[in-house]
């Protein structure tokens, strides 16, 4: 059986779309090419009219008709044309997750430096029509800070990753009306400055065959090589049998739409409608047809006829997609921090309050929305209470929701503590810290008599995150950071002796002076003088500095005054009246302290 | 019920029933701090500086009051003008005592920031009627009030020759006053820094920030409850 010939209306029409860097839609472009195609082998076709109505509303085309005139075997003839259109036919949605081990409802958008970011990529493309679409390829350029790039999984299709060019190329799928299909790529990303990233650019081609943007519904009307004819034949006297034929003489299927045939009336008169048919019949190459009527007449009728033929045409189309996603901007989140004592110094021996100020700024370029500090204070140094901490956040006091807590709960100072500020959901609050902007803690301390040989590390741990929270961007000190330092303020306690002779015989004044002639206040000082065998304590001046006596083994006694604190410049003049025999040996008396 | 009386500076007066106890009516820069005509049953300096003595004289010769100080103070009040009846040396923890009033001076010392060196200065524990006030005049030493029981310490603040806030923070926690009032600072911040300090740290002691001619009363509520009232 030989081919069906006819004309074809092809109609290809095209979509272009452009995302931006967050998958939304910001143009589409539609266009379409018409052409009409001959596909006879051996007939011309002419008096081409494509037909299209009110179904070119939807296009620039300004005409019902459109006259495409002769087109020969083989030949087309064709046209542009513009498509008004909202939405493609199919969507995209990439989601770029920069840290797909940690489950949130939204993606994490942003790197933090200097570490290992767990990088997820979602492709997800969606079929919005009724028909299938395929020859989708799509490829997505994987940026220069992504590597160890694995295909996690295809819904359909394959997918591979060229480490040459660096791309992706998802494959040999289609998808099914109002379905979608996803591609999962994991990688690390590593960043080490703060600078913006690219994600990388999405380019899509797809195909959906049958398928038009247009309202299009195009017709046709022609010539081809049509043979018609009226034969009158004469069946009885004055009786005649008069008869159209119509023949396709063309190789492609004619569709005879009308066909009337008019008699002349032999006396002049008006003529008469002998056939009237609307067969819409297609005819084969070299089929005919007829159609008769039979007429009384003295001499040959004379008729005319009226036929309205046109090849028979096809239509075709498909729609041909392009989706070009502009590379999502990731920025980078990083933060740097400084920690200052006022007075850096502290005295030793001495209680001095010190302020504590830390000031952690935003050094990247992604806005963060929580912050934690850690403060690690050392021993000999009496914390601040919850309450006493003083917020800024860019430069203004902040007075929002935070937490701030010391462990151990308590204010002893003969114990390190744990301080440890957290503030989340800037952005409900004051917003996110901006990059360039800072978060800034301040505090006061009680440095509680620091030894001049002991050291005094505060070491610091300073957090932050974006929101929705992934890794943290972390700046900290060494554990030894951040000494508080100690100025070694002499001590010195000096003691001198005087042995004065009393009133009475046998009666000695023991005259002790005890000085703090250091630069600092001495504490738990303890003086020991020895009163030699023979005599014994009487009385000392004043009365309310009286000694502890106590005996000594080897002979006499030892008298032992214990003062808590004695300030710089202070002095104490003692008179001690001790009575006996013998000689009053001189031993020099001890003094110690802390 | 007690009434301290602050003029600014380091001068404060003490006034309980119809004793009125002046301290270191001082002038500074050429003013005084105190009027001339102050009525005070007692005036006191600390030391023989002239932000400790001030008028001090001129107002215990109008006032007719007792002169108290030690003896670079009374030296100086008696030239200028104060009756030898009405002069009084203290001497270092020896109480000096009047009714209603007990008034126990310390030896303690301030650095002379225009001669060089330390001069005496006393500091004095004062038991008026059911309080004990804690009153350390110009001093960089704390001596032994950081034993002493008090309801009310007064503190310099300014590190001028005498105390810096840090110090007086740091005898305000060891001696625990029930309140701790900061006296002679150098900038508006020093007396907020102490009273932030003391909040802190004073683990029971009240800061109370004074203004010139501001009253602070000090009573005991049903005998036994310690309250406080600044107007």
């Known amino acids: 059986m030989s081919e069906r010939k006819k004309v074809v209306i092809d109609l290809e029409e095209s979509e272009e779309v452009q995302l931006d860097g967050l998958s939304e839609m910001t143009s589409i472009d539609a266009s379409g090419v018409m052409s009409v195609n001959n596909a006879s082998e051996r007939s011309r076709i002419w008096n081409v009219k494509v037909l299209l109505g009110e179904t070119r509303d939807s296009t620039d085309i300004s005409d019902d008709s459109l006259s495409a005139g002769e087109i020969d075997v083989g030949s087309s003839w064709e046209t542009n044309y513009g498509v008004t259109v909202k939405a493609p036919i199919m969507t995209f949605k990439e989601v770029f997750d920069t840290c797909g081990t940690i489950e949130t409802e939204e993606p994490h958008w942003a790197y933090v430096a200097g570490k290992e970011n767990p990088v997820k990529i979602t492709l ?77 650019e ?60 008019y008699l002349t009336p032999e006396d002049g008169g008006e003529k008469q409608k002998m056939i009237e048919e609307t067969p819409s019949i297609e005819l084969e190459p070299d089929q005919e047809w007829a159609s008769s009527f039979e007429v009384e007449s ?95 956040i860019k430069g203004e006091e902040y007075t929002g929701p935070y937490e701030f807590l010391i462990d151990p709960e308590d204010q002893d ?30 505090y006061a301390i009680m440095a509680w008599r620091n030894r001049p040989e002991k050291e005094y590390p505060s070491p610091v741990i300073c957090t932050a995150n974006t929101d929705p929270a992934g890794i943290p961007a972390v700046m900290e000190s060494p554990e030894d950071g951040h000494k508080l330092g100690v100025i070694y303020k002499k001590r010195a306690i000096s003691t001198k002796k005087a042995i004065n002779k009393g009133a009475a015989a046998g009666e000695y004044i023991v005259v002790l002076v005890v000085s703090n002639n250091g630069e600092v206040t001495a504490e738990n000082i303890e003086v020991t003088d020895w009163i030699p065998a023979g005599f014994e304590y009487i009385s000392t001046d004043p009365e309310d500095e009286a000694p502890e006596v106590f005996p000594v083994d080897t002979g006499g006694n030892y008298m032992v005054w214990t003062w808590q604190r004695m300030n710089p410049g202070d002095k104490k003049k003692l008179r001690v009246t001790v009575q006996g025999e013998g000689e009053y040996e001189r031993r020099e008396p001890e003094v110690t302290s802390i | ?73 009374a030296d100086k009040a008696s030239k200028k003008g104060v009756k030898p009846w009405l002069l009084h040396v203290l001497k270092s923890e020896v109480p000096y005592e009047i009714p209603d009033v007990k008034i126990t001076p310390y030896a303690l010392s301030r650095i002379d920031e225009s001669e060089g060196g ?58 625990k006053p029930r309140v701790g009032v900061p006296m002679r600072w150098s900038s508006e911040e020093d007396p907020k820094k102490f009273s932030k300090y003391v909040e802190q740290f004073g683990q029971g002691t009240v800061p109370v920030i004074m203004e010139p001619d501001q009253v602070l009363e000090v009573y005991w509520a049903a005998g036994n409850e310690f309250r406080y009232e600044l107007n």
């Open chain 1, 298 to 392: 003295k001499s040959t009728p004379k008729c005319s006829q009226d036929l309205q033929y046109t090849p028979v045409k096809t239509v075709t189309k498909r729609v041909l997609g392009t989706l070009e996603k502009a590379a999502q901007e990731i920025p980078v989140y990083s933060i740097d921090y400084s920690k200052t004592f006022d007075p850096p110094s502290v005295s030793s021996f001495d209680k001095t309050p010190v302020e504590v100020t830390i000031e952690v700024t935003n050094n990247g370029s992604a806005k963060l929305d929580n912050f934690t500090i850690e403060d690690n204070l050392p021993d000999d140094v009496m914390p601040p209470k919850s309450e006493h901490i003083t917020v800024w």
């Open chain 1, 124 to 200: 997800t493309v969606t079929n919005e029509t009724d028909g299938e679409l395929d020859n989708i390829i799509l490829n997505k350029t994987i940026p220069p800070e992504l590597s160890n790039i694995e295909i996690v999984s295809a819904k359909s299709g394959t997918a591979e990753y060229d480490e040459g060019t660096k791309q992706v190329v998802w494959k040999d799928f289609v998808i099914y009306p109002r379905e979608s299909s996803s591609l999962v790529i994991s990688a690390t990303g590593i960043v080490e400055d703060t600078e913006p990233k690219k994600a990388g």
């Open chain 1, 413 to 442: 100072p003969e114990k390190p503590h744990k301080l440890t500020f957290r503030v989340e959901n800037l952005k409900d609050s004051v917003g996110e810290v901006e990059p360039g902007e800072s978060l800034k803690i301040n």
């Open chain 2, 118 to 175: 330390r001069i005496e200065n006393l500091g004095l524990y004062i038991e008026i009627g059911d309080m004990k006030v804690g009153y350390i005049g110009d001093t960089v030493i704390r001596g032994p009030f950081e034993h002493l029981d008090m309801d009310v310490l007064i503190v310099p603040v300014g590190g001028d020759g005498v105390f810096e806030v840090k110090d007086a923070v740091s005898l305000c926690i060891d001696a």
């Open chain 2, 1 to 73: 019920m007690l009434k301290i009386v602050y003029f600014g500076k380091t001068s404060f007066a003490l006034e309980y029933n119809e004793t009125t106890v002046l301290l270191n009516p001082g002038i500074w820069d050429g003013k005084k701090v105190v009027p001339n005509d102050f009525n005070a049953r007692i005036v006191i300096a600390t030391n023989q500086s002239d932000d400790a003595v001030g008028n001090a004289a001129k107002i215990a010769v109008n006032s007719k009051a007792w002169f108290l100080g030690n003896q670079g103070a």
């Open chain 1, 202 to 261: 999405v380019v899509i081609t797809y195909r959906g065959e049958g398928q038009q943007r247009s309202v299009l519904d195009p017709d046709l009307a022609a010539l081809t090589e049509f043979l018609t004819g009226i034969e009158t034949a004469e069946t009885e006297p004055n009786q005649w049998q008069c008869t159209l034929e119509c023949s396709n003489e063309s190789d492609l299927i004619v569709r005879l739409d009308k066909a009337e045939v």
